[in-house]
């Protein structure tokens, strides 16, 4: 059977309660040696007690952080809305894959009770890029990022801000710490969750999202500059029907839309691939880029944040300034003498206003502000995609030896 968009029943508030089926999955349920671990301490209630059902519950912590009540009637509710959100977000419209994703989340489910790790589906709302109708990019080891279908997908991830345009579908690695029976009289749980691990899922996590956005700006063709903002963002429960999701404080981004071409999208795959395992040293740059470029509104906070990148670069004391504009001119005109120079003095006129603008002298005029921006992005980007692709600046564990490399020839 095959639904059009404005056909689809709307799974994502469908209840099963009402169901007699139901009574069937929730015995089945108790009787399962997996899932029954969700709910410790209960039994199936009498055959006549349709109420009983509802009294199974329990309080569940998890190594994302997150601590929630379970109840066993919710439990297909949460089964089926986890299902059919992933079918909204794939846009498929065909009942058969929405019946096979309901059995693969059931097994997700039953390894999750079973106290085993399992990744879990994880999503990030995008706006500012457009990507050509049906036509998902995939980017390896971060994971596919379709278009955006308002009419379709507003149900399962709604965001305020700035319009969604696309969604990231990636994975979150979960696990069940404790399963507990709910305590009705409110006695505190105490946690089991280890918070250092907490800590490490969720940069992780941050750290995927980042990086699909960087391969979108690495891919950018001048004049434009592919700016993905980031509007919310969270894993998915496929135990509860209840999400909780963060979301950016992003009003508005600061760069125009860009639409998203077959060549622009095999780029952005392209530099998704070149990126993994190098950033580790460049991960502020990362940011203050992502920043500069989709999120500050006002451009001189843009243009700070691009000079930072450039210092997470090639920054080293004493002589700051020398050496980072020194750095990025060697990289960025290696074999012209002359041009190298024009660029040197360009660089150090752009990195004495950042200066001067975090020391308080006056401001740039308003008509040079969003070129300065532009300009001082431009070169954070060129030097960072020659970084990352360079075998030996990749290599340096920091800014200094990355000065070293291109100032001296040697790191060390």
């Known amino acids: 059977m095959q639904w059009e968009p404005t056909q689809f029943p709307d799974l994502m508030k469908f209840h099963t309660g009402s169901f007699v089926a139901s009574r069937d999955f929730y015995r089945a349920a108790l009787?399962?040696?997996?899932?029954r671990k969700l709910f410790p301490g209960f039994d199936a209630p009498a055959a006549d007690d349709d109420l009983g059902w509802y009294s199974v519950r329990s309080y569940t912590e998890w190594q994302s952080g997150h601590g929630q009540t379970l109840q066993l009637a919710m439990l297909p509710d949460a089964?089926?809305?986890?299902?059919?959100?992933?079918?909204?977000?794939k846009q498929v419209v065909d009942l058969g894959a929405i019946l096979d994703q309901v059995k693969a989340t059931l097994q997700l489910v039953r390894l999750l009770a079973s106290g085993r790790e399992a990744n879990v589906a994880a999503v990030a709302t995008l706006g500012n890029v457009l990507l050509p109708e049906s036509s998902p990019v995939e980017l390896p080891s971060l994971g596919f990022v379709y278009p955006w279908d308002l009419e379709v997908q507003a149900p399962v991830f709604s965001a305020d801000?700035?319009?969604?345009?696309?969604?990231?579908?990636?994975?979150f690695p979960e696990k069940l710490v404790q399963a507990s029976p709910f305590a009705a009289t409110g006695t505190p749980i105490p946690p089991k969750r280890n918070k250092d691990?907490?800590?490490?899922l969720h940069v992780a996590f941050r750290d995927r999202i980042e990086h699909t956005r960087l391969s979108f700006v690495l891919a950018s063709e001048a004049p434009s500059i592919i700016a993905p903002v980031l509007c919310a963002w969270g894993p998915l429960d496929p135990t509860n029907v209840g999400q909780s999701h963060s979301y950016s404080s992003v009003s508005w981004p600061p760069m125009a839309a860009v639409t998203l071409t077959p060549d622009l999208a095999t780029s952005v795959a392209a530099w998704s691939s070149k990126i993994v395992g190098k950033t580790q040293s460049l991960e502020i740059g990362v940011r203050r880029l992502l920043s500069a470029a989709t999120s500050r509104a006002d451009p001189l906070d843009g243009l700070i944040d691009a000079v930072m990148c450039w210092e997470n670069l090639f920054g080293d004391t004493p002589e700051t300034m020398f050496k980072v504009c020194g750095s990025l001119s060697r990289l960025l005109e290696p074999d012209d003498d002359d041009a190298r120079a024009r660029r040197f003095k360009r660089l150090r006129e752009l990195y004495n206003t950042r200066s001067k603008?975090?020391?308080?002298?006056?401001?740039?005029?308003?008509?040079?502000?969003?070129?300065?921006r532009a300009e001082t992005i431009e070169v954070a980007l060129d030097a960072l995609r020659i970084v990352l692709t360079d075998e030996k600046l990749s290599n340096c564990k920091d800014a200094v030896e990355r000065s070293k490399m291109m100032l001296l020839g040697f790191a060390k």
Not at 197 to 200: I, K, L
């Open 197 to 200: 691990e907490v800590q490490r």
């Open 161 to 171: 801000g700035p319009p969604v345009t696309a969604i990231l579908l990636t994975d």
């Open 31 to 35: 009787e399962d040696e997996d899932l």
């Open 79 to 89: 089964i089926i809305h986890y299902s059919f959100a992933l079918c909204r977000i």
């Open 357 to 372: 603008l975090v020391h308080g002298a006056s401001e740039p005029k308003l008509a040079e502000r969003e070129t300065l």
